[in-house]
Each structure stands twice: as structure tokens, then as C-alpha cells.
């Protein structure tokens, strides 16, 4: 759907419809030059002809369609001034041809614009990028974030976020990825890509690996943002649905976990009152939505299981009406479904919940800590486990070990906190 905006000032307008039309706009612009560059600057040019013109000629009535003619505009410009001139020009024109009657309405467009998008979803995942750099460019072209504020969420320097993205650009050429969907296995293989991607996203946004905040909300948000675009472009995909659900579940519980003072508070102590109810309630519907292609046959994996999970915290009032024991079932399922560690520390997590301390210390021993390298997650989850066991001088230790291996600072200074709390009791 077009941007809309409820506010007169041309520099909010230029901002809604930027953020919601960027992604189909860098995706109608591939599939027209079949360059993501050029299609990326030639957006560009556009955003700076609206930040240029709007203040003074005022906000278009459509601004998602003058953004598109614009953008076109400069590009028929661009290619009268290269020397393949004859063939580019004829590409956009036929290409154009079918739009442009139809351009100050992009609703009469809805299904071809949306598929440019998932396209450039996919192509900003593609295998030949590592993870980050998939992250960093989805955010870019999907997203529609700056580099700068890209560079902020993951704690570097906009040089070398840039650089980044640019090396990302020059490897999808020189792998010469298409700008077309994927079928079949690859499509498969490619959608697990695209869904961890946005996982990753989330994940750095709700608990930040490294710097002094607890979260990084914009980070998240966006996450939750993508995962409700990729749901709306694969509806008939239950793991896509799930992982809309889980974000959402998740997301909801945002305000309540920094205390007045800005000091993270813990699930079970947090104040679910201040758990947004919409987005539960968004959460909730997704997942069913997912619960109903799973009955019909639909495979299910790790996103649908996680959801399920954080569906059981959604719908407790309280932390005491928590039904531990199906949670620790729907992680025993997690566990043969996606094996890993951080699966086991969850594991753990829950079964001592469910069966007391001891039978959570039981799944932690045999994890190999091994495979998760210096994270502080075992050790916080074992001085857990300890403390509820009443063993606080041994908690004590493992929360301040804990402690030494977390980097960032919010979650150091609570692991601290609980460390000294055990030890001087």
C-alpha cells in the first residue's frame, strides 16, 4: 500500500513514504536495470529530488508513485548517457510500458510490486554472502535503513558498515545472482536463509551481544517489521508465520524488560501489564494461522516450535500460571527438530522449571559448553539453576563467570548483581 502520513510536514512525509515504499522501489528498479546498484543509486536520486522539492512544490498526493517516476526518470537519463544506450533504453521503455498508466495507483500493481520485494528479500540473502553481510544488506535494501543507522544497531563505524555493504553488492555481481525467486529446493533452502537472517536481526536488537544496552529496540522492531513483510508474501508458509508469531510474542514484551532506572529485568519478574496485549494478540493469530497449514500436512520446524514456546509465556497471566511442563515438552520436540546448543541451554532452562533444579542441571551436563566458545549463556543458566537448588555459593561463582565472559555492559552488571547476591548470603 502506498505511504501514508497524517502530518503536513514535508520532511515527516518524505521519511513515512521512504521507509515504507524503499524496498519496492529498489526492487521495481532491479527488475527493470537488473543492477541493485543502480537501482539502489537511482532511488537515492530520487529521496534527494523529494527532500530537494517537497518542502517548497509540497507533498505529492502519492508519494510512493512520484518517487517511482522519479527514480525512472533518472534512470531513461542514466542509460541515454552510457554507451548501450539502444538496448537499456528499449528495456525500460517496455518495462515502463505497462506501468505507467496505471503509476499513480500503486494498489493496481499490489501483486507484481509485492513480488519484487520477496525477490529482493532473497537476493539480499544470498548464499554467497556471510551472515552479516546478508543482515547488513537486507536492512539496507529491505529495510530502507541508512547506513549510519545500520552501522549504530551493530556497534561499528559507518566506513566500515559502508564498506560492507559495498563488498556485499560487488559479490552478488560477480556471483552473478539473478533477481528472480528461487523454486523448488533452492527456494526452500533460500527462505531458511532468508527467515535467519531476520532471526539475527531481532536477536542483536532484543539482547545485544556487545556495548551498554540491555536492547537495541529499533533493531528489533525492524526485524518484526520484515518478518510481518515476508508473512504477507508467503502466507501459505507455516515456519514464515511462526516466525512472525515468535518475533511478535517476543517483541511484546519490550517496556517491561528495563526496570524505571533502565536495569534489565528477567522474564519472571518482569510486569506483564506493560506487555504490549496488541501485538500478543497479533502473535497469537499468526501462530494459529500457522497451527491451521500444520494440520492440513505443512512441514513445521524451529520457528513454529519457538513460537509455540513463547505462546505459553503470551497467555500467563502471572509467572506462577507459566505451564512449565508443556514448555519443556515443545523443547524436547525443538531438540530433535533443531538440534543445537542453545537449544540445550533452553532445555535446561525449562526442565528445571518443570522438574525442579536438578533435572535442568542434568541437561546442562551433557552439553558439550564447547560449542557455544566464551558465551556467557551456561554459566548465567547454571548459577540459575544452582540458586534455585539453594547451592548459592556455587551460583555465586557461576554468575560471576558469567559475568566475565558477557560483553555487554547491561547484562555484566546484572549477572554482578546476582553473583554478589548468592555469595553473601
Same mark, same amino acid.
Given at each position: 500500500?502506498?505511504?501514508?502520513?497524517?502530518?503536513?510536514?514535508?520532511?515527516?512525509?518524505?521519511?513515512?513514504?521512504?521507509?515504507?515504499?524503499?524496498? &519496492?522501489? #529498489?526492487?521495481?528498479?532491479?527488475?527493470?536495470?537488473?543492477?541493485?546498484?543502480?537501482?539502489?543509486?537511482?532511488?537515492?536520486?530520487?529521496?534527494?529530488?523529494?527532500?530537494?522539492?517537497?518542502?517548497?512544490?509540497?507533498?505529492?498526493?502519492?508519494? *510512493?508513485?512520484?518517487?517511482?517516476? /522519479?527514480?525512472?526518470? =533518472?534512470?531513461?537519463?542514466?542509460?541515454?548517457?552510457?554507451?548501450?544506450?539502444?538496448?537499456?533504453?528499449?528495456?525500460?521503455?517496455?518495462?515502463?510500458?505497462?506501468?505507467?498508466?496505471?503509476?499513480?495507483?500503486?494498489?493496481?500493481? #499490489?501483486?507484481?510490486? !509485492?513480488?519484487?520485494?520477496? &525477490?529482493?528479500?532473497?537476493?539480499?540473502?544470498?548464499?554467497?554472502?556471510?551472515?552479516?553481510?546478508?543482515?547488513?544488506?537486507?536492512?539496507?535494501?529491505?529495510?530502507? +535503513?541508512?547506513?549510519?543507522?545500520?552501522?549504530? @544497531?551493530?556497534?561499528?563505524?559507518?566506513?566500515?558498515?559502508?564498506?560492507?555493504?559495498?563488498?556485499?553488492?560487488?559479490?552478488?555481481?560477480?556471483?552473478?545472482?539473478?533477481?528472480?525467486?528461487? /523454486?523448488? &529446493?533452492?527456494?526452500?533452502?533460500?527462505?531458511?536463509?532468508?527467515?535467519?537472517?531476520? $532471526?539475527?536481526?531481532?536477536?542483536?536488537?532484543?539482547?545485544?551481544?556487545?556495548?551498554?544496552?540491555?536492547?537495541?529496540?529499533?533493531?528489533?522492531?525492524?526485524?518484526?517489521? +520484515?518478518?510481518?513483510?515476508?508473512? *504477507?508474501?508467503?502466507?501459505?508458509?507455516?515456519?514464515?508465520? @511462526?516466525?512472525?508469531?515468535?518475533?511478535?510474542?517476543?517483541?511484546?514484551?519490550?517496556?517491561?524488560?528495563?526496570?524505571?532506572?533502565? !536495569?534489565? #529485568?528477567? +522474564?519472571?519478574?518482569?510486569?506483564?501489564?506493560?506487555?504490549? =496485549?496488541?501485538?500478543?494478540?497479533?502473535?497469537?493469530?499468526?501462530?494459529?494461522?500457522?497451527?491451521?497449514?500444520?494440520?492440513?500436512?505443512?512441514?513445521?520446524?524451529? $520457528?513454529?516450535?519457538?513460537?509455540?514456546?513463547?505462546?505459553?509465556?503470551? &497467555?500467563?497471566?502471572?509467572?506462577?500460571?507459566?505451564?512449565?511442563?508443556?514448555?519443556? #515438552?515443545? $523443547?524436547?520436540? +525443538?531438540?530433535?527438530?533443531?538440534?543445537?546448543?542453545?537449544?540445550?541451554?533452553?532445555?535446561?532452562?525449562?526442565?528445571?522449571?518443570? $522438574?525442579?533444579?536438578?533435572?535442568?542441571?542434568?541437561?546442562?551436563?551433557?552439553?558439550?559448553?564447547?560449542?557455544? @566458545?566464551?558465551?556467557?549463556?551456561?554459566?548465567?543458566?547454571?548459577?540459575?539453576?544452582?540458586?534455585?537448588?539453594?547451592?548459592?555459593?556455587?551460583?555465586?561463582?557461576?554468575?560471576?563467570?558469567?559475568?566475565?565472559?558477557?560483553?555487554?555492559?547491561? !547484562?555484566?552488571?546484572?549477572?554482578?548483581?546476582?553473583?554478589?547476591?548468592?555469595? /553473601?548470603?
Amino acid at each position: 500500500m502506498p505511504a501514508q502520513t497524517s502530518s503536513d510536514d514535508p520532511s515527516e512525509a518524505i521519511i513515512a513514504a521512504w521507509r515504507a515504499e524503499s524496498a &519496492r522501489l #529498489v526492487g521495481a528498479l532491479t527488475r527493470m536495470t537488473r543492477d541493485i546498484e543502480l537501482a539502489e543509486d537511482l532511488a537515492q536520486d530520487a529521496l534527494v529530488a523529494a527532500l530537494e522539492q517537497w518542502p517548497s512544490a509540497g507533498v505529492p498526493a502519492n508519494p *510512493a508513485a512520484w518517487l517511482m517516476t /522519479t527514480a525512472k526518470r =533518472r534512470g531513461i537519463d542514466h542509460f541515454r548517457r552510457a554507451d548501450n544506450l539502444r538496448r537499456k533504453l528499449a528495456e525500460l521503455e517496455h518495462a515502463d510500458a505497462g506501468e505507467e498508466a496505471t503509476m499513480p495507483d500503486l494498489d493496481a500493481q #499490489v501483486d507484481h510490486i !509485492e513480488d519484487d520485494v520477496l &525477490r529482493l528479500i532473497f537476493l539480499s540473502c544470498h548464499p554467497a554472502l556471510t551472515a552479516e553481510s546478508r543482515a547488513a544488506l537486507t536492512l539496507r535494501l529491505v529495510g530502507g +535503513l541508512t547506513t549510519a543507522e545500520i552501522a549504530r @544497531g551493530f556497534l561499528t563505524s559507518e566506513p566500515t558498515m559502508g564498506q560492507r555493504i559495498s563488498r556485499a553488492k560487488k559479490t552478488l555481481a560477480e556471483a552473478h545472482a539473478e533477481f528472480e525467486l528461487p /523454486t523448488g &529446493r533452492e527456494r526452500s533452502r533460500r527462505l531458511g536463509d532468508v527467515m535467519a537472517v531476520i $532471526y539475527l536481526i531481532f536477536n542483536e536488537g532484543y539482547t545485544a551481544t556487545v556495548g551498554e544496552d540491555w536492547m537495541r529496540p529499533d533493531l528489533a522492531n525492524e526485524a518484526i517489521r +520484515l518478518a510481518g513483510m515476508l508473512s *504477507a508474501l508467503a502466507p501459505d508458509e507455516p515456519e514464515v508465520l @511462526g516466525l512472525q508469531a515468535l518475533l511478535q510474542l517476543q517483541g511484546s514484551r519490550t517496556n517491561a524488560r528495563l526496570d524505571e532506572n533502565g !536495569e534489565p #529485568v528477567l +522474564l519472571e519478574e518482569q510486569d506483564r501489564r506493560r506487555w504490549d =496485549r496488541l501485538m500478543i494478540r497479533r502473535g497469537l493469530a499468526a501462530l494459529r494461522e500457522a497451527e491451521l497449514l500444520a494440520a492440513r500436512g505443512e512441514p513445521v520446524g524451529r $520457528y513454529f516450535l519457538q513460537a509455540s514456546i513463547a505462546a505459553q509465556h503470551a &497467555r500467563a497471566e502471572r509467572a506462577e500460571d507459566t505451564d512449565w511442563r508443556r514448555i519443556a #515438552v515443545l $523443547y524436547d520436540v +525443538l531438540a530433535g527438530a533443531a538440534p543445537g546448543p542453545i537449544v540445550e541451554v533452553n532445555r535446561a532452562v525449562a526442565h528445571g522449571r518443570a $522438574y525442579g533444579p536438578d533435572a535442568g542441571l542434568a541437561v546442562l551436563d551433557d552439553l558439550d559448553v564447547g560449542a557455544l @566458545g566464551d558465551s556467557p549463556l551456561v554459566a548465567s543458566v547454571r548459577g540459575d539453576l544452582l540458586e534455585r537448588a539453594g547451592l548459592h555459593a556455587p551460583a555465586g561463582e557461576a554468575f560471576m563467570e558469567a559475568s566475565g565472559l558477557t560483553r555487554n555492559e547491561s !547484562e555484566r552488571a546484572l549477572l554482578r548483581r546476582r553473583a554478589e547476591r548468592n555469595l /553473601t548470603r
